[in-house]
């Protein structure tokens, strides 16, 4: 389900963001494309460090949008590429996901895997 242009992208350096929706509304962080792991299921395994407020919008509301891209992929219309990400998350803190994420972070507190629900290139 994650296209070889996504991929692609997550190649270049970059930045991602991660919106969710809480009790007090909305709420986006950041991460770095090269923190993102792609599990053999194609869940998107991202290092958790601090993330206590998204932690706490998924405990009540598992939907997320995730948007990135780079100017260095060539997208739909010429340079530049990105996607629009739709998915249910979860924040995990042991297990094999935790564990292949601890070894890369150590300060990794949990493993934010996302599910995709739809992938989408925007541009």
Partial sequence: MIPEKLLE?????????IATLGQEGPHMVNTWHSYIS???????????????????????????????????????HGPGAGFLIKGTAVFITSGPDFDLLKSKFDWLRATLAVTPVTVTQTW
Wanted: charged share 15%.
């Fill in 9 to 17: 992208i997550l190649k270049q350096d970059g930045i991602v963001a």
């Fill in 38 to 76: 792609i599990s053999a299921d194609g869940r998107l395994l991202i290092p958790a460090g601090y993330m206590q407020r998204t932690e706490a919008n998924i405990s009540c509301n598992p939907e997320v949008l995730i948007t990135l891209g780079s100017s260095k992929v060539t997208g739909l």
